[in-house]
């Protein structure tokens, strides 16, 4: 099975010029070499901050509404993800209960299973 884990935006991770220290790079960097060594890595990467982005907002058959970020609530943003193998939901869990948190800066990781 596959797994769409999704590391949840800070007011950090928002700030426009944000980047990861380097501990923090490094603690990262050595947690994705371990899941690639397992083959549980399919994919993982940082976001830009909300501000680089647009959401496309569709309203019934009007034309769609672009919105240009910055966007307001963090606590609904992803500053990046990664896409896992494992046997199951419990399984991923366990696993990203030992992801780096240097500093206490990730927050929160939403998992959830891919339809296949």
Same mark, same amino acid.
């Given at each position: 099975?596959?797994?769409?884990?999704?590391?949840?935006?800070?007011?950090? +991770?928002? %700030?426009? &010029?944000?980047?990861?220290?380097? @501990?923090?790079? $490094? *603690?990262?960097?050595?947690?994705?070499?371990?899941? !690639?060594?397992?083959?549980?890595?399919?994919?993982?990467?940082?976001?830009? +901050?909300? %501000?680089? &982005?647009?959401?496309?907002?569709? @309203?019934?058959? $009007? *034309?769609?509404?672009?919105?240009?970020?910055?966007? !307001?609530?963090?606590?609904?943003?992803?500053?990046?993800?990664?896409?896992?193998?494992?046997?199951?939901?419990?399984?991923?869990?366990?696993?990203?209960?030992?992801?780096?948190?240097?500093?206490?800066?990730?927050?929160?990781?939403?998992?959830?299973?891919?339809?296949?």
């Amino acid at each position: 099975m596959r797994f769409l884990v999704m590391v949840k935006a800070t007011p950090e +991770s928002e %700030a426009p &010029g944000f980047q990861p220290g380097a @501990e923090e790079l $490094a *603690e990262m960097t050595k947690f994705n070499a371990r899941l !690639a060594d397992e083959g549980r890595i399919v994919m993982a990467e940082g976001l830009t +901050s909300s %501000a680089d &982005g647009v959401r496309v907002v569709f @309203e019934g058959e $009007a *034309e769609p509404k672009l919105i240009d970020g910055p966007f !307001a609530e963090t606590k609904e943003l992803i500053a990046g993800f990664w896409v896992l193998n494992g046997e199951s939901l419990e399984d991923v869990v366990e696993l990203m209960k030992q992801a780096p948190n240097p500093d206490a800066k990730i927050g929160t990781i939403e998992i959830r299973t891919i339809a296949e």
